[in-house]
């Protein structure tokens, strides 16, 4: 047993070396983690890999879901209050944010199209939660016209994957000629069906299952011209 629990500690401390390592931690980790196996490893847990672990794309991705499950009106009520004691833009698109992911995408578009009324109209964030609202609305046109607005204040928005895929959707909807090269690059761009991240394959299928609901509401010919990347989403929800 003594032996066993030797080998645990170097186990749990050779563990630790490697994230060092792979995270260009200082050296001096290594020296610890090998001279004192498991006081080193309790220190470096607390330290480097716990707080690394709390700043994950995917531990943030759930820290998110729980917070939502438990009390799903928190954004909201905590942006609503932050708008109310000091109304700036950045308070107010950070309050629409919350509304659209909350499902009330009337209130949402209501604070971005005042947000875009003013100097501020050119801001790329503002202008891709903009496009969101409106095509959440049913407003597809408006929303194509606010991200090629964004595309031009901003030319690397349109290789991004999040408002690459929107305007993609967007052109599809209206049965434009050019959904089916922007579903390309969108899809192209987001590499949607290897991300490494749990909350990045989270949110590719997210996007397929959104193209997927889209496509009920396509006009036929935007169907039979987009019917590749239709059947590429099919298939990536499927597995």
């Known amino acids: 047993m003594r032996i066993f629990g030797i080998s645990l500690y170097v186990i749990i401390a050779l ?9 260009q931690q200082n050296m ?19 330290v480097i ?13 759930a820290t998110r879901a729980i917070s939502q499950f438990v009390d799903p009106n928190r954004a909201v009520r905590e942006a609503r209050t932050d708008f109310d ?32 009324s003013g100097p501020f109209s050119s801001d790329p964030a503002l202008l891709l939660g ?32 999040e408002p690459a895929l929107l305007y993609a959707r967007t052109l599809a909807a209206i049965g434009a000629p050019g959904a089916r090269s922007a579903f390309e690059i969108a899809l192209a761009s987001a ?24 496509a009920r509401h396509w006009p036929r010919h935007a169907r039979e011209h987009n019917s590749e990347w239709l059947q590429r989403a099919q298939t990536a929800l499927s597995r």
């Open 130 to 161: 903009l496009a969101r609202a409106q095509f959440a609305n049913g407003n597809v046109a408006a929303a194509q016209d606010a991200l090629e607005k964004l595309f031009a204040a901003d030319p690397l928005a349109r290789r991004q994957p």
């Open 191 to 214: 590499r949607l069906a290897v991300q490494p991240d749990e909350a990045d394959r989270q949110r590719a299928r997210e996007l397929y299952a959104e193209i997927v609901h889209d």
């Open 15 to 23: 563990f630790f070396a490697v994230h060092a390592v792979r995270t």
């Open 49 to 61: 890999y716990l707080p690394s672990l709390r700043q994950s794309r995917g531990a943030r991705a």
């Open 85 to 116: 004691r000091a109304p700036t833009v950045a308070h107010r698109m950070r309050l629409a944010a919350a509304l659209l992911d909350a499902g009330n995408a009337a209130e949402a578009l209501e604070h971005y199209q005042t947000a875009a």
């Open 28 to 46: 001096y980790w290594l020296l610890i983690l090998f001279l004192f196996p498991g006081l080193g490893s309790v220190v470096y847990f607390f």
